[in-house]
Antibody
Framework: EVQLVESGGGLVQPGRSLRLSCTGS????????MTWVRQAPGKGLEWVGL??????????EYAASVKGRFIISRDDSKSVAYLQMNSLISEDTAVYYC?????????WGQGTLVTVSS | DVVMTQSPLSLPVTLGQPASISCRSS???????????LNWFQQRPGQSPRRLIY???NRDSGVPDRFSGSGSGTDFTLRISRVEAEDIGVYYC??????????FGQGTRLEIK
């Protein structure tokens, strides 16, 4: 069974950093692009960014709202994707989901809550 | 960016009755590879999103056949033939043709009358 498990969320002060992890199982992690999507409290879904697989250079794409502040990386040896979030602002408060793939997003994790507040 | 517009945003339905959600994109979602990357997701209360339909009309494994997707170009529809209590939640369309960024509709909240 394909599974994704996010971790690393919590309460963080504005301007600080936080790193989220997404561990995959049940599929060949290194063959898949990995995407991050977030959902602010009571709001809809917002695409954050993605990292392509190694054959595609592990290149990344980001939403305009996080570009320059967030960095997505991966460690295929551990089947983990990371979301490094820097210079956090209150608008980054959301549940962060990792998903498999780039255009079809068939599987989602349970999400991890990030709260940015002083 | 491609704008995805869903209607209605709230959908009260009687159990056993059909339901329909519309999703319109600001430009055609036909990709250069011939595929149309329009997906539908269900988010039940307190749960993460679950994909129901991919590439317009393909049902995911385990999704009841009362769910169906249709459409082409810029106009798409999710239909539930007979609503059941477990269908309560928010439904999102999503386009994966023109990215970055991938974009979602605003969501349609389905509730039981």
């Amino acid at each position: 069974e394909v599974q994704l498990v996010e971790s690393g969320g919590g309460l963080v002060q504005p301007g600080r950093s936080l790193r989220l992890s997404c561990t995959g199982s049940g599929f060949t992690f290194g063959d898949s692009a990995m995407t991050w999507v977030r959902q602010a409290p009571g709001k809809g879904l917002e695409w954050v960014g993605l990292i392509r697989s190694k054959p595609y250079g592990e290149t990344t794409e980001y939403a305009a709202s996080v570009k320059g502040r967030f960095i997505i990386s991966r460690d295929d040896s551990k089947s983990v994707a990371y979301l490094q979030m820097n210079s956090l602002i209150s608008e980054d408060t959301a549940v962060y989901y990792c998903t498999k793939g780039r255009s079809e997003l068939p599987v989602w994790g349970q999400g991890t809550l990030v709260t940015v507040s002083s | 960016d491609v704008v995805m517009t869903q209607s209605p945003l709230s959908l009260p339905v009687t159990l056993g009755q059909p339901a329909s959600i519309s999703c319109r994109s600001s430009q055609s979602l036909v990709n250069s590879d011939g595929n149309t990357y329009l997906n539908w997701f269900q988010q039940r209360p307190g749960q993460s999103p679950r994909r129901l339909i991919y590439k317009v009309s393909n049902r995911d494994s385990g999704v009841p056949d009362r769910f169906s997707g249709s459409g082409s170009g810029t106009d798409f529809t999710l239909r539930i033939s007979r609503v059941e209590a477990e269908d309560i939640g928010v439904y999102y369309c999503m386009q994966g043709t023109h990215w970055p960024p991938i974009t979602f509709g605003q969501g349609t909240r389905l509730e039981i009358k």
